[in-house]
């Protein structure tokens, strides 16, 4: 026998005992197949976007008026503003 046989026997034989021990371990060889790989993950599910009621837009739209008319007024300088041709 050729040397280049024997070692195509073993290869085989290798390639047949691994194919039994996944057999036996529970796992199936994988087979590859023309194409991409399917999805392992699931996708993704985006959630829902929230809806903002008219009466709920117009308190935060009141909230934040309050908020820079109070920060407006903490920024300004308080000098007193005096009128011309009043008298004290």
Same mark, same amino acid.
């Not at 085989?12 to 087979?31: C, F, H, Y």
């Not at 920060?71 to 004290?88: D, H, L, N």
């Given at each position: 026998?050729?040397?280049?046989?024997?070692?195509?026997?073993?290869?085989?034989?290798?390639?047949?005992?691994?194919?039994?021990?996944?057999?036996?371990?529970?796992?199936?060889?994988?087979?590859?197949?023309?194409?991409?790989?399917?999805?392992? +993950?699931?996708?993704?599910? #985006?959630? &829902? /976007?929230?809806?903002?009621? $008219? !009466?709920?837009?117009?308190?935060?739209?009141?909230?934040?008026?309050?908020?820079?008319?109070?920060?407006? +007024?903490?920024?300004?300088? #308080?000098? &007193? /503003?005096?009128?011309?041709? $009043? !008298?004290?």
């Amino acid at each position: 026998m050729d040397t280049n046989d024997i070692i195509k026997q073993i290869d085989t034989e290798i390639s047949n005992l691994q194919q039994a021990r996944a057999i036996l371990i529970g796992v199936a060889p994988a087979k590859k197949g023309p194409g991409r790989p399917k999805l392992t +993950e699931p996708k993704m599910i #985006k959630p &829902k /976007k929230r809806k903002l009621s $008219a !009466k709920g837009r117009a308190a935060i739209s009141a909230a934040m008026k309050a908020r820079w008319a109070a920060k407006r +007024e903490a920024a300004s300088p #308080k000098v &007193k /503003k005096t009128v011309k041709g $009043a !008298k004290s």
